[in-house]
T-cell receptor, first 113, second 115 residues
Framework: DTGVSQDPRHKITKRGQNVTFRCDPISEHNRLYWYRQTLGQGPEFLTYFQNEAQLEKSRLLSDRFSAERPKGSFSTLEIQRTEQGDSAMYLC???????????FGQGTRLTVV | AQTVTQSQPEMSVQEAETVTLSCTYDTSENNYYLFWYKQPPSRQMILVIRQEAYKQQNATENRFSVNFQKAAKSFSLKISDSQLGDTAMYFCAFKVTGGYQKVTFGTGTKLQVIP
């Protein structure tokens, strides 16, 4: 499978715990995006990487959120001190540098109890 | 800032019939792309169709076609000969052309194809 891969698919955590999600983009893609999708809403942009550089962060990305893309390959999204409002689907997407189409992973569904 | 509005939260259509999903957007940009993405239940989002704003001709992809009205900022999706596999959430999305630009999504339309 050469698509965008996300791990885990589902995560249930207690409020206050830290969680980390991983995204493996399509290998030739320079650009990587993280989106958050809550129930009944469309995906909302969180952050963007071009290779290893994080070039944009949404104001939705509070101080408790951090994303990395070491070596410009896979990316991780960490949420510290999770809150119930963090419950959502976290989507990763990747694209070519000059491409218009973003390819999405299946997402990680986070439930904070 | 760009906004994308989908005013139909849910729709249904009989198998083999035609259905149209509506989308309006707001932008001050002149060069942009519009997309329709499909998100089947528990599966990843995939691109259905793409329209470049500078092209007057409406995009088509097999059973999927769009009606792009630039002046009205309207971008509807027509699905012909609906199939059970078309059951999904459909998101209208917008992206400014050039360099890196994030994609802005609408709230989605849940389409149910009824056998």
């Amino acid at each position: 499978d050469t698509g965008v891969s996300q791990d885990p698919r589902h995560k249930i955590t207690k409020r206050g715990q830290n969680v980390t999600f991983r995204c493996d983009p399509i290998s030739e893609h320079n650009r990587l995006y993280w989106y958050r999708q809550t129930l009944g809403q469309g995906p909302e942009f969180l952050t963007y990487f071009q290779n290893e550089a994080q070039l944009e962060k949404s104001r939705l990305l509070s101080d408790r959120f951090s994303a990395e893309r070491p070596k410009g390959s896979f990316s991780t999204l960490e949420i510290q001190r999770t809150e119930q409002g963090d419950s959502a689907m976290y989507l990763c997407a990747s694209s070519f540098l000059g491409g218009t189409e973003a390819f999405f992973g299946q997402g990680t569904r986070l439930t904070v109890v | 800032a760009q906004t994308v509005t989908q005013s139909q939260p849910e729709m249904s259509v009989q198998e083999a019939e035609t259905v149209t999903l509506s989308c309006t957007y707001d932008t001050s940009e002149n060069n942009y792309y519009l997309f329709w993405y499909k998100q089947p239940p528990s599966r990843q989002m995939i691109l259905v169709i793409r329209q470049e704003a500078y092209k007057q001709q409406n995009a088509t992809e097999n059973r999927f076609s769009v009606n792009f009205q630039k002046a009205a900022k309207s971008f509807s999706l027509k699905i012909s000969d609906s199939q059970l596999g078309d059951t999904a959430m459909y998101f209208c999305a917008f992206k400014v052309t050039g360099g890196y630009q994030k994609v802005t999504f609408g709230t989605g339309t849940k389409l149910q194809v009824i056998p």
